[in-house]
């Protein structure tokens, strides 16, 4: 018994010591408070940034630490913010000690306001003001390291304090999702609202809208409460319903990826009298298929330029480096140059296609007997590679290739031979059987011919006594 308990206690302080580097970890957040300066005027927004620290606790019901801020902080930009969702606990926020590069944090005043759009004023349909408003309100916009998080949060504290409390969160898991062409898409997204504020349960609404050098499209838009999606142009984009009230999960799917969807997105979260939103961007990246022709190359001699074409389409963005290769029979490789380069085209679909032209004189290149040539396209989303064999003849000594092609002809032009041969010798054997068969005989009521070299007496008179007596 008395092992038991010492593993016991050995348990809850080992749970203990767990629990303190977990808190440890999401314990404090350093942010940039920015914020306009009073009597700023003109065209232009004169900003003021102060160091601020956030001191997370995940517990609303557990003590506040004090703690002594840093020096470089002034004591009224330390706030202790309570999260029961834990968003501010993301280790893309908090890297180890020692980290050069830190992640991205910024705190600013925020103030409530009913929102205009349709499918989002319906919340705030009443134009009253609720009293619950009446406080100091932040919005906090995190991004982590590696763009492994992009989080914003609205927090409410009561006037003149510095213990605000997240009311609303909304967050991704990534800043920038990539994706071949034809792929489906997942923009991640969720958002949380705090069960114990009064605007839970009060509707919300989500709206995703797409921006591209200036142009924007709303690609999809969910009125929450009265369960109404608004119309737009885009067909193959749509929310999971069901996960959106059950977890939150405010992700837009795209059916199938293309060229035209490559851009920034911004989904934003509406309540009634707040929103919080955030961006993400979607890469499309297709690398290019390449062709190389003609394939196979003609036989060459030294001397002779033969031309060879690489075809390189359907890639996208726009950056693509076309290289000829060249490798011998020993496998040693060189390059051969980019060869000339054609201006890019782009097709209905958006991709692009560019060509390059090769003129191989195996003499003044040294090519030796040939090997292999390559055209190595290099691209954003990977490399490729096609290859075709070049054969060039009659180069000092003959080569194994060149023998068995020397041998490959020899056997063709004795074929040749044969087959005359044949011929000739069928025709006079033809000819021999013809002229040792019997000449046919004469139609009865004709008189036949002399034949050469017979005696003088007419055909079919009786023959001479001397004659018959032989």
């Not at 920015?34 to 102060?50: D, I, T």
């Not at 019901?61 to 330390?78: C, H, L, N």
């Not at 140059?337 to 040294?366: C, I, N």
């Amino acid at each position: 018994m008395k092992d038991l308990s010492t593993i016991y206690k050995l348990s809850v302080i080992a749970f203990a010591l767990l629990g303190d580097v977990c808190c440890s970890r999401c314990s404090v957040l350093e942010c940039w408070f920015v914020q306009e300066k009073p009597g700023g005027g003109g065209f232009s927004v004169r900003m003021s940034q102060e160091k601020s620290a956030l001191y997370i606790r995940t517990d609303p019901d557990s003590e506040k630490i004090e703690q002594k801020p840093p020096s470089d902080i002034s004591p009224s930009r330390v706030y202790y913010v309570s999260d029961p969702a834990s968003t501010f606990c993301s280790p893309a926020l908090h890297p180890p000690e020692g980290t050069v590069n830190k992640p991205q944090c910024e705190i600013n005043p925020f103030t409530p306001q009913a929102s205009m759009v349709k499918w989002a004023a319906p919340l705030t349909s009443s134009a009253q003001s609720p009293v619950y408003l009446s406080a100091d309100w932040f919005s906090v916009a995190a991004q982590g390291l590696n763009g492994e998080l992009t989080l914003a949060n609205v927090m409410r504290a009561p006037s003149g304090s510095t213990e605000p409390s997240v009311i609303l969160s909304v967050s991704s898991k990534t800043s920038t999702v990539r994706s071949r062409l034809g792929e489906p898409v997942v923009l991640d997204l969720s958002f949380w609202v705090d069960p114990s504020s009064p605007l839970h349960g009060s509707g919300f609404a989500v709206e995703w809208r797409y921006q591209f050098r200036g142009e924007g499209r709303l690609v999809v838009a969910y009125d929450g409460k009265n369960d109404r999606f608004a119309e737009t142009s885009e067909t193959d984009a749509h929310l999971d319903i069901v996960g959106l009230y059950e977890t939150g999960n405010a992700s837009l799917v795209l059916k199938e990826a293309q060229v035209r969807h490559a851009g920034t997105y911004i989904c934003t979260i509406y309540l009634p009298h707040l929103l919080a939103q955030v961006a993400l961007e979607l890469e499309i990246v297709e690398p290019p298929a390449l062709a190389v022709y003609p394939s196979p190359l003609p036989l060459s001699v030294p001397g002779q330029v033969v031309t060879v074409h690489c075809e390189a389409s359907g890639f996208y963005p726009l950056s693509l480096d076309l290289d000829w290769e060249f490798t011998d029979a020993e496998g040693k490789k060189r390059s051969l140059g980019q060869g000339s380069v054609t201006g890019h085209r782009q097709a209905r679909d958006g991709t692009f296609s560019q060509s390059s032209r090769l003129e191989l004189d195996s003499y003044k290149l040294g090519l030796g007997r040939g090997g292999e040539i390559s055209c190595v396209a290099k691209h954003q989303g990977g490399s490729r590679r096609a290859t075709v064999t070049l054969n060039v003849i009659g180069v000092s000594a003959p080569s194994i290739e060149d023998s068995m092609a020397m041998v490959a002809v020899a056997l063709v032009l004795y074929g040749v031979i044969k087959v005359i041969f044949w011929t000739f010798s069928s025709n006079g054997t033809s000819n021999e059987d013809t002229n040792g068969k019997p000449s046919p005989q004469p139609p009865s009521g004709t008189i036949p011919s002399k034949p050469s070299g017979s005696s003088g007496r007419p055909y079919g008179a009786p023959a001479a006594a001397s004659e018959l007596n032989r």
